[in-house]
């Protein structure tokens, strides 16, 4: 455990459904990351929440809505996904935006 | 925008030394990091570095010339354990009032006997 925990480690999903990936972190972190890490790619930062303010958002498209309800927690809702959103979703999380990141183990998505 | 380069398969026997280059271009940098990921796992940080010169950190050691935006990570004693991807990172800041981190494809490196 690396301290950031992601929920659920799996899921299947069709195109037509809403889930919602979960993060957690009780590090004392002020700043939380979504980042997408497909298949022979480098890991593309999606959403930067720093003390609960979204400060980056890498055009990313609308069927992906985050959320920061506390500086512990960040989600990410899903909804009409495509089969190429299939992928590794990591969190990760900083002590300010400028300091290394601690990840989570990922949640692997896959849309059918 | 940035460009981070490195290599993408390097093999390596149990014992001995690997180094694992990075190249990049970018404006507004601010650190370079580097991360190990086995597969299926989170990335683990490494080590970090933002000035000139070799970090030494057990059996790793990374180094950094901002001159010539290289870096590379050096892994000696190597184990079996040591088999996974190896990431290198840039921070930058984004223009956007915010630092950025963006990383490259990574570097799979497989130990063997």
């Known amino acids: 455990e690396t301290g950031v925990t992601q929920t659920p480690r799996h899921l299947v999903m069709g195109m037509t459904n809403k889930k919602s990936l979960k993060c957690e972190q009780h590090?004392?972190?002020?700043?939380m990351y979504w980042y997408k890490q497909s298949a022979k790619k480098p890991l593309e930062l999606m959403f930067v929440y720093s003390l609960e303010e979204r400060v980056e958002n890498n055009s990313v498209p609308s069927r992906f809505s985050p959320e920061c309800p506390n500086s512990s927690h960040l989600f990410l809702h899903l909804h009409t996904l495509q089969p190429e959103d299939s992928a590794l979703y990591l969190c990760?999380?900083?002590?300010?935006?400028?300091?290394?990141?601690?990840f989570g183990s990922g949640t692997r998505l896959t849309v059918v | 925008g940035q460009n981070i380069d490195q290599p993408t398969e390097m093999t390596a026997t149990e014992g001995a030394i690997v180094q694992i280059n990075c190249t990049y271009q970018t404006s507004g940098f601010n650190g370079l990091f580097w991360y190990q990921q086995h597969a299926g796992e989170a990335p683990t940080f490494l080590s970090y570095n933002v000035l000139d010169g070799l970090e030494e950190k057990g059996r790793f050691s990374s180094f950094l010339s901002r001159s010539k935006g290289y870096s590379y990570l050096l892994l000696k004693e190597l184990q079996m354990k040591d088999s996974a991807s190896y990431l290198c990172a840039v921070r930058a800041f984004s223009g956007a009032g915010s630092y950025q981190l963006t990383f490259g494809k990574g570097t799979k490196l497989s130990v063997i006997p």
């Open positions: 990760a999380s900083s002590l300010g935006i400028w300091n290394g990141y601690t």
């Open positions: 590090l004392g972190h002020n700043a």
